[in-house]
């Protein structure tokens, strides 16, 4: 990806985050409260995620689960008993990526881009596979949209995690990096487009 694009990527993260934040601030509290009142726990779930240049950052979400001793794997599916009611809402219709708008506006993801994964993964890849670390991570992307059902393709799965890293992860590698060969602004909103519908 060219310098010209990267700056046109992040003028129109960093006004469009701006615009969003402005308008969605106050339906991102309201969930947060409810989050709270269905967990028991704090309403926003901060988590360690791999950004660009592999540096970590806290990714923010609405948080949509319990805890539950002894379960603690980061592959979840649409099974996954700490999943509550009200979370699996959040989940189904997106509305826990929302608070990422803070993330982008602080300039550590985009609207488009990898998604951006726990520790394990990103910063694993090696020889052309780390282009995916040269851009920020994304709220949505091809990959994402690719896999749109993931968590319900996991839970068909005997063995999520040996799936998740022997097909599903191997794959968004590939389409993300065909993403930053091919990118373009007209793309990245094309994809807002089809993530939003």
Do not use: H
Request: overall charge positive; charged content about 25%; aromatic content about 12%.
């Amino acid at each position: 990806m060219s310098p010209t694009n990267k700056f046109i990527k992040r003028a129109f993260d960093l006004v469009v985050s701006a615009i969003g934040l402005l308008f969605f601030g106050w339906l991102i509290l309201i969930c947060a409260v409810l989050a709270r009142l269905d967990t028991g726990l704090s309403g926003f779930f901060r988590q360690t995620r791999v950004g660009k240049d592999a540096k970590f950052f806290k990714v923010y979400k609405l948080r949509s689960m319990r805890n539950i001793e002894g379960v603690t794997t980061t592959v979840s599916t649409s099974k996954d008993p700490r999943i509550t009611k009200m979370g699996a809402f959040w989940r189904n219709s997106k509305l826990d990526e929302l608070p990422q708008l803070i993330n982008v506006f602080k300039g550590e993801m985009s609207f488009v881009g990898p998604r951006p994964d726990v520790p394990g993964f990103m910063d694993k890849l090696e020889g052309e596979d780390r282009v995916l670390l040269d851009i920020r991570p994304g709220i949505t992307g091809p990959a994402s949209i690719y896999f749109k059902d993931e968590e319900a393709l996991l839970a068909a799965q005997e063995d999520p995690e040996k799936y998740n890293a022997e097909v599903i992860w191997p794959k968004k590698v590939e389409l993300n990096k065909e993403y930053i060969e091919n990118y373009s602004i007209f793309k990245d909103i094309g994809y807002i487009i089809k993530t939003v519908l």
